[in-house]
């Protein structure tokens, strides 16, 4: 009986339980009170009571963070997660149990409904200035000030009146049973209900302190007149900088609203944590500490970089170093190799000849035949005076006895035959005819390409000691041999040449006609000013800013010179040659990217190694050039590498400017013999000389002499410039140069020239007259008109009456032509005529990339030195500036945007600034411009990503902000990417002390302008322009979106008073890398169009 009574007790308390729990799904879920208080005393029962509230609760925070989400889409950018880290409260309700104890079932009508919680947070987009204080109410205003009206305090809605947490639109009244606010809740002043603080605050209940009267730990006081009235719970969730009273103190966490934990040792709690996190392994944190003490972390940071950046400093030229050694021990191998080969074949050869002249002296004695000697005459005769018959060779004439057209079509069909579309050769070894391109082909390793390539010049060398003298038949033997690669032939006709400024109309060349043959070495001489150089620029085709008139004509043809571009050589008067580059290296990349894509490897380096040979820089083959702050090698030795850049492409003309200025006796006479080499393969040479010693003149084969004007004073064979002079009544005297004595007597400092009564003005007349040229009118009737012309003199008076303004505006029109000009000339494309396959673009990348990775390592002493004052730099900002939670650190972003803007634009302005000179002479020759561009920026792109790694690895750890080292890493490299393409631009549009100074201006200029308050239309613009606003959003957002939870108000305050949006990260990120390459083709662009001036 007892057991059934106990079972029948044990189900009819089941019985109750299950219906006290439906009841309270119907009444307590929506805002109800339960009559019988004696229930949350029951363990089984306050559990479920407290589930259900927080359920009611949960899906009224939830409505509200959906319409946050709605307006405050700049500051939210997932809703649900921003909730889940606010509101969250599964994992600990014990303050929700508190509460409902506390308030006896009261704490759903005290809990604010979706409209008072709208009302609330309303008040922060509103932009008020007192945070906590809201507009009057329904419940709170002049006529009705109830003690729930009161900060910390709230009351409960009568419990006739239904309650709607989630959809209520409206106030209901809520005024009675007023008591303070519950732990974990906080009740603003002017509102009655209780709003649950989000996770990351502290909300205990408040004590009074009676030496300051405020109600501690918050710092609202108690109303006067009200003695019954104590202190109550919180009273305000708000802006960090406003109100941060129920933020969870910097070195404790908070895991609950209404716990709050001191941080352990080992551990740091920064302001609004949950939990605690532990230190970084080099570094030490006390207790109750908010941030990693990193100090002994960025000394060995610092120490270990410096001393990696140390050996990279010292150690930089090993690796290259090391690699020309292995290579310069298979070279000097391969030249012993081929000189002891050379000289057993010599050996070889005198035997046999010993032998065969025995034999035959032994065949004569017997027979008694008598020598014949025909042979050794015809030799002597040979041997006569060479440099009478060699004036007056015509290379032409080698193939054929036909007219100069027929000799140079035969010339040229011989020269396919010969060599073929790709240049092969055949080599006669040891009574074997083999393909030499095939032979070259075969050439594997470095020591056999050196073995081949020294056997060939080996040989060239013997062939040229053997017809040394240079007779006619010696010529002959060398320009037919079959080994020698034979090159298209070009000779340039001109036919009344003129060269008119656009600018002035002053004329710089007149009625210039004679012609260029291949084979022969021309020199162009005369007094300052006389046009030398504008007509060698004339029929190179780079005269810009001037009208050309006249003929010129290509092998008969007019043409443009523009189509034999690959096969045209042009050596500046200026040694632009690559300083941090060896000689053998300048030498390798322009043979690289200039001779035939077809052309073995082999072949190429038998090319540069004849060019070494020839130009005796086989002593300095290794050693840089040297730049004005590094010494390399000597004066005349780097202009002869400045020649040997346009021989190693095996030009068919060349054109130099000045070549032997600078250079003594030996040098020139040593530059002068290459030349002879290269007029043997039938080039066409054309240079400027600058009175020239007697015996380097007498190694020319043809002159043309200027007078000022430009107009010809001479025309032709070198052996009869004397003769013709001395028709004329003007002799050389004893002991005198006769270039210097004619330029003298161009210039006018000789005034007495002989008997003739001949004036050096009238010496182009006289010229003229000689070969039969029509004289211009202005010139027949008075020799003085050869230096005034009515043109000019003209010009000069109407110049005269002209204003001021007038003659300003023709000076800008003419700027404006010659840019024109320049640009048209920079485009002009012409069709290819010189039958050269020269590398593809990508295949020229490949090339630059290897010469600018060269040149990079070279310089990564200075490199070293960029990283360092980036590492110190990082260092300092991130021990001055500390991250900032009011302003989610944008203080120090904004010095790191322009501590990296500046120290990476100075660097990158190196890339451009140093090599324009380099740059335009490799483009004239043919090079892509598009092919450098990408090469530097590819280089280039290693410091973009390892710059922000070297500054962040200070700035980063010393800062400790709340964002991820990745994410300041992604935005850190897209600002180091769009400054560089910045910096492209100054560099090449500006000049070098001009775009240092825009570097240093730009960054602070554009991040003051980023940082300043929007309230013009106009700065908005000039902000949304420039790259730091964009930069510091992304390093803002990235840094705001974890700051969440209690920080959640704080986060859409600061964004909202920058303008910013959570959202637009990406939209930051794209914008910079945009800008970086927008300016890498303003860059591009210019580097095409502009050319020296």
Same mark, same amino acid.
């Given at each position: ?50 589930? /259900? ?15 946050? #989400? ?179 103190? *910097? ?48 000394? /060995? ?32 191998? %391969? ?10 074949? *010599?050996?070889?050869? %005198? ?54 057209? %027929? ?45 081949? *390539? ?152 038998? &090319? ?7 130009? #005796? ?92 004007? #430009? ?17 004329? #009544? ?69 110049? %005269? ?202 960054? &602070? ?25 964009? *930069? ?62």
């Amino acid at each position: 009986m007892s057991v059934n009574r106990r079972n029948w007790l044990k189900h009819g308390c089941n019985l109750r339980l299950v219906i006290l729990i439906m009841w309270l799904v119907c009444y307590v879920g929506n805002g109800q009170t339960i009559a019988d208080t004696s229930e949350f005393n029951n363990p089984a029962v306050l559990p479920l009571v407290t589930q /259900m509230v927080y359920r009611s609760l949960s899906n009224s925070t939830a409505a509200l963070n959906r319409e946050l #989400g709605t307006r405050a889409k700049f500051c939210v950018k997932d809703p649900d997660a921003d909730w889940n880290r606010a509101f969250n409260f599964s994992s600990n309700l014990k303050f929700l149990s508190s509460c409902i104890q506390k308030t006896q079932g009261d704490i759903g009508r005290r809990i604010c409904t979706a409209a008072e919680m709208k009302f609330y947070f309303n008040a922060f987009f509103n932009k008020t200035n007192n945070p906590g204080y809201l507009r009057p109410n329904v419940n709170c205003n002049l006529t009705s000030w109830v003690s729930g009206c009161e900060p910390g305090w709230g009351c409960s809605v009568d419990p006739t009146e239904q309650v709607d947490l989630q959809n209520s639109k409206e106030f209901p009244e809520r005024r009675r049973t007023c008591m303070p606010c519950c732990e974990g809740f906080f009740c603003p002043r002017g509102l009655t209900c209780m709003i649950p603080c989000p996770l990351g605050a502290h909300c205990p209940l408040a004590t009074l302190n009676k030496t300051t009267s405020l109600c501690e730990p918050y710092t609202y006081q108690l109303p006067s007149g009200r003695p019954n009235h104590t202190c109550g719970g919180a009273n305000v969730w708000a802006d960090v900088r406003s109100s941060g009273e129920v933020f969870c103190s *910097a070195g404790s966490y908070c895991p609950t609203t209404t716990q709050k934990v001191p941080c352990d040792n080992g551990h740091y709690c920064r302001m609004g944590s949950t939990s605690e996190k532990p230190c970084f392994k080099l570094t030490s944190c006390n207790p109750n500490t908010a941030n990693q003490n990193m100090h002994a972390f960025g000394v /060995m940071v610092i120490a270990a970089v410096s001393t990696m950046l140390l050996i990279i400093y010292n150690c930089s030229d090993q690796i290259l170093t090391t690699r020309e050694r292995r290579q310069a021990k298979s070279r000097e191998a %391969a030249v012993k190799k081929a000189k002891a080969h050379q000289r057993w074949k *010599a050996a070889r050869e %005198a035997a046999k000849k010993h032998v065969s002249e025995i034999r035959a002296q032994i065949t004569r004695t017997f027979s008694g035949k008598k020598p014949n000697h025909d042979g050794d005459t015809h030799k002597m005769l040979g041997r006569g005076d060479s440099s009478e018959v060699d004036e007056d060779i015509d290379m032409s004439k080698y193939s054929s006895p036909a007219s100069s057209s %027929a000799a140079q079509s035969s010339y040229e069909n011989e020269d396919d035959a010969a060599t073929g579309s790709n240049g092969r050769v055949s080599l006669d070894i040891e009574g074997k005819r083999v393909k030499g391109q095939t032979l070259a082909k075969t050439k594997k390793t470095r020591s056999q390409i050196f073995k081949y *390539a020294y056997d060939r010049i080996e040989k060239e060398k013997a062939m040229e000691q053997e017809n040394k003298n240079l007779t006619f038949s010696g010529i002959v033997k060398m320009a037919t041999n079959s080994e020698t690669r034979k090159r298209p032939l070009m000779e340039l006709s001109f036919k009344d040449l003129t060269l008119t400024l656009k600018s002035n109309g002053k004329q710089v060349l007149r009625c210039v006609t004679g012609s260029m043959k291949p084979g022969r070495i021309t020199a162009v001489m005369g007094p300052s000013g006389a046009g030398k150089t504008s007509l060698l620029s004339a029929l190179a085709g780079k005269a810009v800013g001037c009208k050309l008139s006249g003929l010129i004509l290509i092998n008969g043809k007019q043409e443009s010179i523009h189509s034999y571009k690959k096969i045209i050589g042009f050596v500046p008067q200026d040694d632009v040659v690559h300083g941090n580059l060896t000689v053998e290296e300048n030498l390798w990349f322009h043979a690289k990217c200039r001779l035939p894509a077809g052309l073995s490897k082999a072949d190429k380096v038998l &090319v540069v190694e004849r060019i070494i040979d020839s130009l #005796g820089l086989q002593a300095v083959r290794s050693s840089l050039v040297g730049t004005v702050e590094k010494r390399g090698i000597s004066g005349g030795q780097r202009k002869r590498v400045n020649v040997g850049l346009e021989m190693v492409m095996e030009p068919s003309v060349l054109f130099l400017d000045e070549p032997t200025s600078g250079l003594d006796s030996a040098s020139s006479q040593l530059l002068l013999r290459a030349l002879r080499h290269e007029a043997l393969e039938g080039v066409n040479i054309c240079m400027v000389v600058h009175q020239p010693s007697y015996t380097l003149f007498k190694t020319f084969n043809d002159l043309v002499l200027l007078a000022k004007g #430009g107009l010809t004073v001479y025309h032709g064979s070198v052996n009869k410039v004397e003769e013709y002079f001395s028709g004329l #009544g003007i002799d050389v005297p004893d002991r005198i140069n006769p270039p210097d004595y004619y330029i003298d007597v161009l210039e006018g400092v000789v005034i007495s020239i002989g008997n003739s009564g001949v004036g050096y003005k009238e010496l182009p007349q006289r010229w003229m007259l000689h070969k039969g040229y029509s004289v211009p009118l202005d010139m027949r009737n008075s020799a003085a008109g050869l230096e005034t012309n009515p043109d000019t003199g003209n010009n000069s008076h109407d110049n %005269a009456e002209q204003t001021f303004a007038g003659e300003l505006w023709r000076d800008v029109k003419s700027n404006f032509r010659l840019r024109r000009d320049k640009i048209r000339h920079n485009f002009l494309k012409s069709r290819d005529l010189s039958h050269r396959r020269t590398p593809t673009t990508l295949l020229q990348y490949k090339y630059f990339l290897g010469r600018i990775a060269k040149q990079r390592m070279r310089e990564a002493q200075l490199q070293a030195t960029d990283y360092l004052i980036l590492l110190l730099a990082g260092a300092c900002l991130g021990s001055l500036v500390k991250a900032s939670d009011e302003s989610f650190g944008a203080p120090g972003y904004t010095y790191t945007i322009i501590a990296v803007s500046l120290l990476c634009k100075i660097a990158a302005l190196r890339s451009f600034s140093l090599d324009k000179l380099h740059y335009w002479r490799e483009s004239a020759s043919g090079m892509s411009s598009s092919a450098c561009f990408l090469a530097k920026d590819t280089i280039d792109f290693f410091n973009i990503l390892v710059k922000p790694l070297v500054y962040l690895s200070m700035f980063y750890f010393f800062t400790n902000p709340r964002s991820t080292f990745f994410d300041n890493y992604i935005v850190l490299v897209c600002l180091v990417y769009c400054v560089t393409g910045i910096a492209y631009a100054l560099a090449i549009f500006l000049q070098p002390s001009t775009a240092q100074l825009f570097s240093v201006l730009l960054p &602070v200029v554009l991040t003051l302008v980023a940082t300043q308050p929007k309230n013009s239309e106009v700065i908005k613009i000039i902000a949304d322009l420039s790259y730091p606003k964009w *930069a510091l959003e992304a390093f803002v957002i990235g840094n705001a979106q974890r700051y969440y939870g209690v920080w959640m108000i704080t986060r859409c305050g600061s964004l909202m008073k920058s303008g910013y949006d959570i959202n637009e990260w990406n939209l930051c990120i794209m914008i910079l890398l945009l800008i970086g390459v927008v300016t890498r083709g303003i860059a591009f662009v210019g580097m095409v169009i502009l050319q020296k001036k």
